[in-house]
């Protein structure tokens, strides 16, 4: 696993290490790459607290994380407690509490038994806790718009822009354009494959998919229906991989239906790796004028952008230019700083 969230954790936990303040991560039982590889060496190896993996992860894995974590506060007493994700039940504790909404997917389009209880554990972190961040205004607008919360309890803090490694080979010799991570829901792969055999782009260009798990019985058979065998590429790997496929790739389609920020975008900007996304949610927060904005839900405006971006060369230099500038304006750096006034400001009202 090394998603966005994961990502923010990560970065935030290495910035509060080079500001010298004194944290513990408990990691629980997980299977989050991200932090194995972070928490391996220095300095994050004696600030990540890990229980042992069962033999045989179970449902219970969360009930177990819950409580090993309440025993750590015990032996910890920290002063603020800044949840990774949404507690099972009620802490009887003073301490002062964070609690971060990345997105409010769930409260805009889930449904069923399982997202129902995902939304109340989410709501009651949010109402138990101290302070909120939200990251992003769009998702500050979406939390007020679904739950009845003070608006001065959530701060918004964004992002920072990620350095990655140094790139390696390309993953394919032939021009590709990139879609990074998950794939399935409001995260628009299928509209997308559509339009690139639609466009006739895939006629000069490959599509590569990074991470996000290996291609669906669904997505290979809708592949083979539109004609694009040998065409769409899955490839997954380390941050070296990832940086390769930014590196290499002729731009980024980012045509999620709804993002609680946009992680990938300001991946692929601080690289040179031109965009393309749809004018939804955070995204034009985040790309600001850096990125070719399509409307949302619009099949043929996908067709047609998708054609512009990938054989408008001037266009995609532009966004490349644009789009390192853009990058300069998210620093994990002003994250950590904004994180650790929102934890002295808790501390100030318990």
């Not at 299977?31 to 300095?43: D, G, H, K, W, Y």
């Not at 399982?114 to 500050?140: E, F, G, W």
């Not at 952008?305 to 266009?315: N, P, S, V």
């Not at 995609?316 to 904004?338: C, D, I, V």
Request: glycine share 6%; aromatic share 10%; net charge positive.
């Amino acid at each position: 696993m090394r998603g966005g969230i994961s990502r923010y954790y990560v970065e935030l936990f290495r910035k509060l290490c080079q500001h010298h303040i004194d944290f513990r991560c408990f990691g629980g039982v997980h299977a989050n790459q991200l932090l194995i590889e972070a928490s391996s060496s220095t300095p994050l190896k004696d600030r990540v607290v890990h229980s042992p993996r069962p033999a045989k992860p179970s449902g219970l894995t969360r009930l177990r994380n819950e409580f090993e974590f309440r025993k750590q506060i015990k032996i910890y007493k920290p002063d603020v407690i800044h949840d990774t994700y949404y507690p099972l039940g009620s802490r009887r504790t003073s301490t002062a509490s964070i609690t971060t909404i990345h997105d409010m997917i769930y409260e805009k389009y889930g449904s069923g038994e399982r997202v129902r209880l995902n939304r109340r554990m989410r709501l009651k972190a949010a109402r138990n806790a101290t302070r909120v961040i939200a990251v992003s205004q769009a998702t500050k607008a979406d939390i007020l718009d679904f739950w009845n919360l003070e608006p001065d309890k959530i701060d918004v803090i964004y992002h920072g822009s990620s350095v990655l490694p140094e790139p390696a080979s390309s993953p394919i010799r032939s021009p590709y354009l990139l879609f990074v991570g998950k794939r399935g829901w409001y995260k628009n792969f299928l509209p997308a494959l559509s339009a690139f055999a639609r466009s006739g782009v895939h006629n000069d260009f490959h599509l590569v998919c990074f991470g996000g798990g290996s291609l669906s019985a669904k997505e290979r058979s809708m592949i083979v229906n539109l004609s694009l065998d040998g065409k769409v590429h899955y490839v997954d790997g380390d941050d070296c991989m990832l940086a390769s496929c930014y590196h290499y790739a002729c731009g980024l389609l980012y045509v999620s239906r709804y993002e609680g920020f946009g992680l990938p975008i300001l991946e692929a900007m601080s690289v040179g790796c031109p965009v393309l996304a749809l004018e939804v949610a955070s995204i034009p927060e985040v790309a600001g004028d850096a990125a070719l904005l399509l409307p949302d839900d619009d099949a043929d405006a996908l067709v047609e952008g998708l054609k512009q971006f990938a054989y408008d060369e001037d266009l995609r230099a532009t966004l490349s230019r644009a789009g390192r500038e853009n990058a300069k304006r998210f620093s994990w750096e002003k994250s950590a700083n904004e994180h650790l006034r929102t934890y002295k400001r808790a501390l100030s009202q318990v």
